[in-house]
């Protein structure tokens, strides 16, 4: 019975977990779920034909694979429970149920392969108390909680569960293979399926070999039964991770500005988010081994950039500790493999969202999988026998006792999951959270739009509450836009609310809301913006003259850095008002053609010209775009929407006079 009781337990684990997720499911969606699910309406499906899974597999227009899995995933959630928040969230909890799982898997192989080569002392009983432990704390850690609750960080959790079956199967693979059996199999199986897997739910799956070269490296040494088998596996890893990886570094040598230009839309350089994702890295690292809720948060754009080693001086000291960190993994790894495979686990695992590549500068849900190497860490040596190794009796030196260690690790399970159960309490209520997430981040731009926000779509039953609900939310806009010299959210949000609520206009807003969209790095957050403030004029609900709204689309549109589809959206919003507010039919043709020939093989900007070209009354011109669509795009999408637009088209002509 008592092999079997660390499974019973971590079954209560999963229970402890759905309690105290249970009340963030009743949340709604929060900022990138808007426009990625809420508003998507290819996620909308009604049938699950083969045309329109893939329509919705396709819908995502950020990142480079397009994250197919996980947005048919968000598909099927509609189809099978409707387009309430709670479902699409139990989903995720769900998904985070079976990573526990696959957490206590593979932490007993890691542990497994570990006590086979290094410490053959360790029972199976504690192998499995500590992956116990591990897997419980993981589930419950309140750093997690933003890839369950943020509905579209499903792309993390799900790219996770396929990278933490791929590494157990891969091992599982390797140990078969050292005991003689056939393992080729499983490991194939690892790069061959669960790789891919990983990468088309969002592109860091693709450190799913890097992980196992690192299991490798520091647990397995490359051992295998025959020379052919090991230079099998390290030819295996030369071609999946040095040889890409090395093309990669080469390519960026030789033509830097496929990763350069993201930069364009941001507020700092490649050097300057270098140094600072540094700091964060710490940042991270306190918040796992230490989570305060009051740093915790979905937004943390209040996080300072580093413009030098000493700007602030502890960037230097974090850069050092890096590279320190890193040092000790190597030298830790034929001593202490665990502590190895664990550290370098965490650090490899922000390699792609916090190194290079232009993203915003920190988001709790990238620790989502890296966190498991710094909790393996921990509660391996927190829960170790206490006659293991003659280092740790030297370490405790009689004061503390193997039971006062056992029971910090169950007093550190309690306290992380009391923290994750009030931050769902936090989540459950969309009028509570955003005004959190600004007390506890008063900096934060996007915490104090989103408080604005929320004031602003709060339902008032006076005249007096109306009014305090103006007044609060015309304050955090103005936080917002003082608090950015670059930023447009905030300055847009009171020209927003003024004309929503028929209030004048300060001219002072519009000048530097103009001097911003033309002068400074533009962000796809302005693009969204600015057509939400189109058409709240040109549907009639924003009272707001066509010529201010006509001053900052020009000013967007004269911005160098604005580019791809943020262009054609606001290109599209300039050739709507031309048509709607100024009556200008011909410029507002013109400016719809540019908004396309802005994305030419973008299908759904394509299709809104068709659209207008309809309202315009030139069915013929809309004919010829829809000729041309049905040449170059693939028709088991797109060709019902073209054939609606081919028959409006025909009609038009029919009823001309």
């Known amino acids: 019975m008592r092999h079997y009781l660390p499974i019973l337990l971590f079954v209560c684990s999963l229970v402890l977990a759905f309690f105290c997720y249970r009340p963030g499911l009743n949340g709604g969606f929060l900022f990138d779920d808007t426009v990625n699910i809420a508003e998507n309406a290819y996620l909308k499906i009604d049938t699950l034909d083969t045309a329109s899974l893939k329509a919705a597999a396709i819908s995502m227009r950020g990142g480079i694979s397009g994250r197919p899995i996980s947005m048919v995933s968000f598909a099927l959630n509609y189809y099978l429970v409707g387009p309430a928040a709670y479902g699409f969230k139990l989903t995720n909890f769900i998904i985070h149920l079976l990573n526990g799982i696959c957490i206590f898997v593979l932490s007993m192989l890691v542990l497994g392969i570990h006590r ?66 056939s393992g080729w199999g499983w490991i194939l199986a690892a790069f061959l399926l669960f790789t891919p897997l990983a990468v088309l739910s969002k592109e860091n799956g693709a450190l799913l070999p890097v992980f196992m070269l690192v299991a490798e490296a520091v647990l397995l040494n490359f051992q295998a039964p025959t020379t052919k088998s090991r230079f099998a596996l390290i030819g295996l890893f030369a071609a999946t991770v040095i040889l890409p990886a090395a093309a990669l570094a080469v390519y960026f040598i030789y033509d830097p500005s496929w990763l350069l230009a993201g930069y364009n839309s941001r507020d700092f350089t ?50 050092v500790g890096i590279a320190a960190l890193a040092c000790t993994a190597f030298l830790l790894r034929k001593r202490h493999p665990v502590a190895a495979f664990g550290i370098l686990f965490f650090l490899l695992g922000h390699s792609i969202e916090s190194s290079v590549i232009a993203l915003e500068i920190a988001h709790e849900h990238r620790n989502y999988l890296p966190g498991y190497g710094i909790l393996l860490v921990i509660f391996y040596y927190l829960l170790l026998p206490a006659g293991h190794t003659q280092r740790r009796r030297e370490l405790i030196r009689g004061k503390v006792t193997p039971g006062m260690l056992q029971a910090l690790a169950v007093i550190l399970a309690i306290f992380f999951g009391a923290i994750t159960a009030m931050r769902a309490g936090q989540w459950a209520d969309p009028r509570v959270h955003p005004l959190i997430e600004v007390r506890h981040h008063p900096d934060s731009v996007r915490a104090n739009t989103e408080a604005a926000y929320m004031y602003v779509v709060q339902p008032a039953f006076s005249a007096e509450q109306a009014e305090e609900n103006y007044r609060h939310a015309l304050s955090h806009y103005q936080k917002a836009a003082d608090l950015s010299s670059s930023g447009t959210s905030g300055l847009l949000g009171l020209v927003g609310l003024n004309a929503m609520k028929g209030r004048p206009i300060e001219e002072h807003w ?120 049905r040449q170059t795009n693939d028709m088991q999408i797109y060709g019902g929407q073209l054939d609606e637009l081919e028959k409006l088209a025909t009609m038009s002509n029919r009823t001309a006079p």
């Open 116 to 181: 086979r080569r290094h410490a053959p002392e360790l029972s199976p009983d504690r192998l499995r108390w500590i992956s116990l432990a591990v897997a419980s704390v993981w589930l419950l850690h309140p750093l997690n909680l933003t890839a369950v609750l943020y509905v579209v960080q499903r792309m993390t959790s799900l790219s996770a569960l396929f990278v933490l079956l791929g590494l157990a199967v891969y091992l599982y693979g390797r140990q078969r293979q050292i005991d003689g059996r």
């Open 270 to 319: 490649l050097p300057e988010r270098l140094m600072t994702e540094a700091r964060v890295v710490w940042f991270y690292l306190r918040l796992i081994v230490a989570p305060d809720i009051s740093q915790l948060g979905v937004y943390h754009d209040d996080i300072a950039i580093s413009r030098g080693l000493l700007t602030p001086y502890s960037t230097l000291f974090a850069c």
């Open 510 to 629: 519009v000048r530097e809301l103009e001097h911003r969209l033309e002068h400074r790095s533009f962000s796809p957050d302005s693009a969204n913006s600015l057509m939400q403030l189109e058409k709240c004029l040109t549907s009639g609900n924003c009272i707001l003259s066509p010529q201010v709204m006509a001053r900052l689309l020009q000013a967007a549109l004269r911005n160098p850095t604005l580019h791809g589809n943020s262009r054609s959206s606001v290109q599209f919003a300039w050739s709507n008002l031309l048509f709607v507010s100024l009556h200008d039919r011909d410029a507002a043709l013109k400016a719809a053609y540019e908004a396309v020939e802005a994305t030419p093989d973008d299908v759904d900007n394509r299709i809104t010209l068709v659209k207008f070209l309809l309202i315009q009354g030139k069915p013929d011109e809309a004919k010829k775009q829809i000729a041309r669509m």
